[in-house]
């Protein structure tokens, strides 16, 4: 089994930063792609961003391109993910992911493993 935590959400203002971190437990994910999702109330959960084991390849959502950064610390089994210029856009819960396969994937539907998520509001 996997389990994930993810830490580091808050309130901030319109332009500030956040970074999110998601820890593993259990069984390694060291070869594991992960992933960031979010959820804003009343919409469907949406794809953020997602890495692979290197950190090689990494995949971002239109809407956060240029402005936030996923990483990981294979040996701390942990990804970050780096918030810069928030929006009051991006207020939802973030999730963190992660899938028995190595290459990282748009849809929340091939990731097996899900943390509980953690609060981001962004205020204007």
């Known amino acids: 089994q996997v389990q994930l935590v993810e830490s580091g959400g808050g309130a901030v203002q319109t332009g500030e930063s956040l970074r999110l971190s998601c820890t593993a437990s259990?069984?390694?994910?060291?070869?594991?792609?992960m992933a960031w999702f979010r959820q804003a109330p009343g919409k469907e959960r949406e794809f953020v961003s997602a890495?692979?084991?290197?950190?090689?390849?990494?995949l971002y959502a239109d809407s956060v391109k240029g402005r936030f950064t996923i990483s990981r610390d294979t040996a701390k089994d942990t990804v970050y993910l780096q918030m810069n210029s928030l929006e009051p856009e991006d207020t939802a819960v973030y999730y963190c992911?992660?899938?028995?396969?190595?290459?990282?994937?748009?849809?929340?539907?091939?990731?097996?493993?899900w943390g509980q998520g953690t609060q981001v509001t962004v205020s204007s």
């Open positions: 890495i692979n084991r290197s950190g090689g390849i990494t």
């Open positions: 259990g069984r390694t994910l060291s070869s594991n792609a």
């Open positions: 992911a992660a899938r028995s396969a190595n290459y990282p994937r748009q849809s929340g539907d091939d990731y097996a493993y």
